[in-house]
């Protein structure tokens, strides 16, 4: 299976996300899956990278051109392939995927996240779509989910369109009972 996982570029996190990153690649590439990826050297997304690598998985790196400068990219990935924008980046990934992971991230994590998500409820896709919530990260975002749910702006049939976990043990769990 190909695994698209979304995650931080920064180095500035604690240990503790950097190294459920590296798990999480580990377990899911001896398991024979693919990574599919924003092509980051560094931060969640290049110890996520590195854990599938250290299995012998194989790596897709998906970037624009313009980030192709100096310690931005991990120039190991088994394939990487260059857009030329951000979007096309985005939509190429979740092409080119059989499922999501959104590791604890910023920004850029939370967009990635939210359109995948939103594409699965309006029936563009029925890709599995994971939360690691290493350290509880992602506590503040089911709590906002279920506020959104409580409040009527989502429907109870659409919270369960995605899985939180705790572990990168607990989302190799899931994906084997698929």
């Known amino acids: 299976m190909r695994i698209c996982v979304y995650g931080a570029a920064s180095d500035n996190i604690d240990d503790i996300y950097k190294s459920a ?37 194989e790596v897709i790196g998906v970037a624009p051109r313009f980030f192709d400068t100096e310690g931005v990219l991990l120039k190991e990935c088994t394939e990487f392939i260059f857009t030329e924008t951000m979007r096309e980046r985005k939509e190429l990934m979740e092409n080119l995927s059989d499922a999501f992971i959104m590791a604890p991230g910023g920004m850029g994590t939370f967009e990635e996240f939210f359109e995948v998500l939103t594409l699965r409820q309006l029936g563009r896709h029925d890709k599995p779509i994971f939360i690691l919530n290493t350290g509880g990260y992602y506590d503040p975002l089911e709590k906002l989910m279920q506020h959104a749910l409580d409040e009527g702006f989502i429907r109870v049939d659409h919270h369960g369109l995605y ?9 190799l769990a899931h994906l084997q009972n698929r």
């Not at 377990?27 to 996520?48: D, F, R």
């Not at 899985?163 to 989302?171: E, G, K, M, N, R």
């Open 163 to 171: 899985v939180l976990c705790a572990t990168p043990q607990d989302i």
């Open 21 to 57: 990153a590296f798990e999480l690649g580990k377990l899911l590439g001896a398991q024979g899956h693919t990574l599919v990826y924003g092509g980051g050297a560094t931060g969640i997304m290049g110890q996520t990278a590195r854990g599938f690598l250290s299995s012998k998985g």
